[in-house]
C-alpha cells in the first residue's frame, strides 16, 4: 500500500453537541478519536490536531493557530508536521470508518495520477476530510489560499478541493457517518448493538483495550465454546476459549503467524469432540 502520513483534526468548539469532547465520547466503548486512529494503523506519521488526550496508539500533537481558527487552519497545522508525499486526512468523528475504505482512497489517489481522492457519501456529497492528499499540491493551494485571503482563518475547505483535481471514491452507507449532534451519537450507539455488528465491534473494542493485535475469527472460537460447552460441561466453554487465545498469542510471538487462533482452536475442538466421544 502507498506509505502515508496521517492528519486527523480532531479540535472545533461541538457547538450541537453542547461543548462536549466530541473525539472523546465514547461509542462501542471507544473513543471516537481511537475508532478514526484504529482506521489508520499503518501511517507513518499520525498527526492529531487538537487538545491532548490519551489514545489507544501513539500520535504526533499539535494546535492550529488561533485556537478555533477553522478547518483550514486546522490542516495547515497538520501538514506542517509531516513529511510523505502522500497525506490522508480524517475528522475524529468517523465512528464507522474503516481501513478498506482508507485503502481505497489511497489507492485512487496512486492509481488515478490526480491530486487528491475524496470519499463522496451515498448523496453525492464530497467530503474533504475523509480523503487522500499528493502533500505537494496541498501545501501549494494551503499557502496561495493564505496569501489570497491574508490568512486561512475561518476559511471554508470548499475553496480548497476548488483548486484541486480530484478523483472520488463512493462510500459505503456508514462510511461518511459523522457524529455532530446527541441524535448522531445515540444513532451511532445503536448501530453498534445490532445483532450483525455487536460481535465484531466487541472484540475490536477488546483488543483495542488490551493492546491485543491479533487477528480473531469469531466463529471459529465460537463453535469451539459451542462444542466445549456441549460436549464437556458449560462452564467449559470461557475456559476453553481462554486457554485457545492463550496458547494462539504465545505461538505467534514465536512466529507462528496469524493463523495461530484457527489451528489451537482446531486442536481444542477435536479434544472437545474425542471427550464427548468417550462419554
Known amino acids: 500500500m502507498t506509505a502515508y502520513d496521517a492528519i486527523v483534526l480532531a479540535g472545533g468548539a461541538a457547538k450541537r453537541l453542547g461543548g462536549a469532547d ?23 506519521v499520525t498527526v492529531v490536531v487538537g487538545g491532548r488526550r490519551p ?48 485503502r481505497q482512497l489511497l489507492a485512487a489517489l496512486g492509481h488515478s495520477g490526480r491530486e487528491a481522492a475524496l470519499l463522496a457519501d451515498p448523496d453525492g456529497r464530497d467530503q ?22 491574508g490568512g486561512l482563518t475561518g476559511l471554508p475547505l470548499r475553496l480548497l478541493t476548488a483548486e484541486l483535481d480530484l ?4 462510500a459505503g452507507p456508514l462510511d461518511s457517518f459523522d457524529c455532530d449532534t446527541w441524535d ?9 448493538r445490532e445483532h450483525g455488528n455487536v460481535l465484531d465491534e466487541w472484540i475490536t473494542a477488546v483488543k483495542d483495550e488490551l493492546g491485543i493485535e491479533l487477528d480473531v475469527d469469531t466463529a471459529v472460537l465460537l463453535d469451539l465454546a459451542r462444542d466445549a460447552a456441549h460436549g464437556v460441561a458449560r462452564p467449559a466453554a470461557p475456559l476453553t476459549t481462554f486457554l485457545v487465545g492463550y496458547a494462539a498469542a504465545k505461538a505467534e510471538k514465536a512466529g507462528g503467524g496469524p493463523e495461530a487462533v484457527a489451528e489451537a482452536a482446531r486442536k481444542a475442538a477435536a479434544l472437545a469432540a474425542r471427550w464427548a466421544d468417550e462419554g
Open 184 to 192: 448522531d451519537i445515540a444513532a451511532a450507539r445503536a448501530q453498534i
Open 55 to 102: 489514545t489507544a496508539r501513539p500520535v504526533v500533537w499539535t494546535r492550529e493557530e488561533p485556537a478555533g481558527g477553522g478547518p483550514l487552519t486546522a490542516l495547515d497545522a497538520g501538514v506542517r508536521r509531516t513529511s510523505a508525499e502522500s497525506l490522508l486526512v480524517l475528522s475524529a468523528d468517523l465512528p464507522f470508518l474503516g481501513e478498506q475504505t482508507v
Open 167 to 170: 478523483t472520488r471514491v463512493a
Open 22 to 44: 466530541k473525539p472523546g465520547l465514547s461509542v462501542g466503548g471507544r473513543a471516537l478519536l481511537d475508532r478514526v486512529l484504529s482506521a489508520c494503523p499503518d501511517a507513518g
Open 128 to 149: 474533504p476530510l475523509v480523503a487522500a492528499y499528493r502533500a505537494e499540491p496541498l501545501r501549494r493551494e494551503l499557502a496561495l489560499l493564505a496569501t489570497e485571503h
